[in-house]
């Protein structure tokens, strides 16, 4: 996100500047906490998670350093899809309800 820009004004944008395509925001689903390791580093993020509808199902990254492909829930745990609490929720969502999961560990 950019200064002063929202979640949902982020999304939109980085569709159209990421895959080239516009979306409707039709609900929230949940926010994911998250830290990792990699290349002996720590990274830390919160991912918004939307259900959008876009324009198009046709994707293509507008980006040569990015890969985007579409993905039934089963396969997502083989696909590494990280934050991992994510997959579990989106394996089990009927419609949309807000979550909040962490792979924080708890004091």
Not at 4 to 33: C, H, M, P, W, Y
Not at 70 to 88: F, G, K
Request: net charge negative.
């Amino acid at each position: 996100m950019e200064i002063g820009e929202g979640a949902e004004a982020a999304l939109l944008r980085e569709l159209q500047e990421e895959l080239g395509v516009k979306g409707n925001i039709t609900s929230f689903i949940g926010d994911f906490e998250h830290s990792w390791q990699h290349a002996d580093a720590d990274h830390y993020e919160v991912t918004h998670v939307f259900e959008v509808i876009l324009e198009h199902k046709e994707i293509k990254s507008q980006e040569p350093h990015l890969h985007f492909f579409w993905a039934r829930p089963e396969e997502l745990e083989q696909l590494d899809l990280q934050p991992y609490p994510l997959i579990e929720v989106l394996r089990h969502i009927q419609p949309p309800v807000p979550v909040w999961r962490s792979t924080l560990k708890t004091n």
